[in-house]
Structures are given as structure tokens and as C-alpha cells.
């Protein structure tokens, strides 16, 4: 009886031996998941990173193009102030400009002054728009050799007296 329990002990024992063993190599199995999944969420989190600083770069630039282009909005509005009131003036009595009057009375002169504010106008546009400035608008200084419509942004050496 002795040597049956005595069997039967080392029965237990091998058995929550096995056990031990099995749960400890279970557990390093885990361990070396554990670790992938760590490695694995490591690199996630650093490429999230690298999004959300290019997101914030690409915010900052969206902000200093919209300052930009609200300047330039601003430069177009005050030219075109500047035009309208060019197209809109009183004389001594007090009667307003009529274009159209002064296109039958002197047509050439006005068919010139029109066309040439027109191409004027037009260069306004393609320089909003982000065409390089040219040698010519960029080193005008008088008034004779300035853009008239928008000399703001199509000559920027000009300073108006």
C-alpha cells in the first residue's frame, strides 16, 4: 500500500510538473506575441505621429495661403474701388460721367483708352491668377510705364507720389 501511494505521489507530481512546464512554455509563447504586438503597435503609433506633424504642416500652409490670397483679395478690391471710381466721376456740375456719351463723341480716343485698360486688365487677371511679372512690370517706375488698372501687384517698384 505504501508503494502504491508512494506511486501514485510521484504520479501527482510528474503530472503538475508536466504541467509547469507546459504553462511556462504556454507563457513564453504569449511573451514573444506580446512583444510582436508591442513592435507592431510602436511602429503605428510613431507613422501616426508622422501623419498628424504632416497634417499640422499642411494646416500651417493652408493658413499662409488663405492670409495670402485674403491680401490679394483686399489689393483686387481696393483696385477695383480705384477703377470703378475712375469710371464714376462727377464733373464741376455735378452731372456723372457717361461712358457711353464720350465713346460717340470721341470714339478713337476711347476705343484706344478702352483697349489698352482692357489688356491691362487682363494681365490683372493672369498675375492674380500667379504668372511671373516680367522684366518690364517689375523695373517700372513712372507712371507712363505702369500697369494702371492694378499697379499694386503688377508693379511693385512703383510708389505712387
Known sequence: MFGTMKMVMIGIMLTGLAGGVAY??????????LKENAIKLESAVSEQQLVIDQQKNDFENILKANKELNALKLTLETELKALDDKFN????????????DLAIAKS?????????????????????????????????????????????????NYIPY
Not at 511556462?24 to 506575441?33: M, P, T
Not at 518690364?136 to 505702369?146: D, G, M, P, V
Request: aromatic share 2%.
Open 89 to 100: 466721376k462727377t464733373n464741376a456740375s455735378g452731372k456723372k460721367r457717361d461712358i457711353g
Open 24 to 33: 511556462v512554455y504556454k507563457l513564453k509563447a504569449d511573451n514573444a506575441i
Open 108 to 156: 478713337k480716343v476711347i476705343q484706344k483708352i478702352i483697349n489698352r485698360a482692357s489688356d491691362n486688365a487682363v494681365r490683372c487677371v493672369e498675375i492674380a491668377m500667379g504668372a511671373e511679372l516680367t522684366e518690364k512690370e517689375i523695373n517700372a517706375t513712372k507712371k507712363s510705364q505702369i500697369n494702371s488698372e492694378c499697379p499694386s501687384i503688377a508693379n511693385p
